[in-house]
């Protein structure tokens, strides 16, 4: 057995039958352009820690050579496990690191604009619902019509990141209508039918100083600048660790920072220190 036949063999027993399909997709674009085709010609039991450490270093980009190396390590590591593998090649290979840029949110002037921007486009509904609901890229192409409860105004999230992440959304105003235009444009059984490339491609193009994912971290930042509670925040976003909601409610913008400060001065508490 080659290392490309395991890795699609452990790929169809191991990945494919449990995520979402942006994540089916994220790995067979992986596998197919980011691990080296000697390397999947490669024997399996003749793979060392070099041909890993040598494969990765032909990846052009540090994301997408952490990304083959989760890969290669998720598979390698089974293989090990079940025999395939003398030697757990991936304890021996090199950590790969790759510092995430951090998310930043849209400020309201930002915002705005890119509502403007969405007039008319083909994605608008796409877009709209990430603001109004902060899910996760997968976790909106992942959403099928039966997880849309019209009656009952709720939305079920299967997210697959963590226990977690799978949470029921009250179902907004603005989100009902936006899903039921969508339901006139999506004939199938997902309600957003495009592949995550093609969105986060989209989205550059009409808001090129920011990545897709910072629309999530614009919910959040709303979230606390609406005066939401940082628990309910955390359901609502489906964070495992409420250290990640409460990161992003201190990055609130400088204007709302102003406006809480000047409660203080309007407080009986200032208005005593005046007297």
Known sequence: MTV??????????????????????????????????????????????LD???????????RMRKYAHYVLNNALTKAYKLDLLA??????????????????ALTMAEQEDFLRRLEGHRL???????????????????????????????ITVRGTKTASSFRTLAMLPEVEQLLKEQRGQA??????PWCASHVSKQFKKLCGGHKLHDLRH????????????????????????????LKTYTHVSADF???EYIKYTLSPYAERRGN
């Not at 063999?9 to 067979?28: D, G, R, T, V």
């Not at 030697?87 to 930043?104: P, S």
């Not at 004939?187 to 957003?192: D, I, Q, S, Y």
């Open 257 to 259: 920072i102003r406006r």
């Open 124 to 154: 608008r509904n796409l877009f709209l619902f990430y603001i109004y609901t902060g899910v996760r890229r997968c976790e909106a192409l992942a959403l099928r019509w039966a997880d849309v409860d019209f009656a009952r105004k709720q």
């Open 187 to 192: 004939a199938g059984e997902r309600v957003f």
């Open 218 to 245: 614009t919910f959040v930042t709303r979230c606390a600048e609406s005066g939401i509670n940082v628990n309910v925040a955390q359901q609502l976003a489906g964070h495992s660790d409420i250290k990640t909601t």
């Open 52 to 62: 890993i450490d040598k494969a990765l270093s032909e990846v052009p980009t540090t």
């Open 4 to 49: 490309g036949e395991w890795l699609a063999e452990w790929f169809a027993i191991y990945k494919k039958p449990s995520l979402a399909a942006s994540s089916i997709e994220n790995i067979e674009r992986v596998m197919r352009l980011h691990v080296a085709g000697w390397l999947k010609a490669k024997p399996l039991h003749e793979v060392r820690a």
């Open 87 to 104: 030697e757990d090649v991936m304890r021996k290979a090199e950590t790969v690191r790759h510092r995430e840029r951090e998310g930043r």
